[in-house]
C-alpha cells in the first residue's frame, strides 16, 4: 500500500529529513517581536468590548426566555379558562 504523505519525494531519506525540518520548527520557534505599549491597550480595549458584548448577549438571553415564559402563561390561562367553561 502507498503513503500517500510521502507523494512528491524522491526517496525515504529525503522524506525524514523533511519531517525533521518541520520538527524542528515545532520545537525552537521563530522569535516574536515584544509587545509595545499601544499592542497592550488596543489588546486592552478588545478585550474589554469582547466582555461588554458578552454581557449584552447574556441579557438578551434572559429578556428572549422572560417573553417566552409570559406568552407560556397566558396560553396556560387561556387552556384553562376554555376547560373551566365547558
Do not use: C
Not at 488596543?42 to 474589554?48: K, S
Not at 468590548?49 to 422572560?66: C, K, N, P, S
Amino acid at each position: 500500500m502507498t503513503d500517500i504523505r510521502k507523494h512528491g519525494f524522491e526517496s525515504d531519506a529525503q522524506w525524514r529529513e523533511y519531517l525533521e525540518e518541520i520538527d524542528e520548527r515545532v520545537i525552537r520557534p521563530a522569535a516574536r517581536p515584544r509587545d509595545t505599549q499601544a499592542d497592550l491597550d488596543i489588546l486592552a480595549a478588545m478585550r474589554a468590548e469582547v466582555a461588554d458584548m458578552r454581557q449584552r448577549v447574556r441579557a438578551r438571553r434572559r429578556q428572549d426566555t422572560t417573553r417566552w415564559w409570559n406568552i407560556a402563561g397566558a396560553a396556560v390561562l387561556v387552556a384553562l379558562a376554555a376547560i373551566a367553561s365547558r
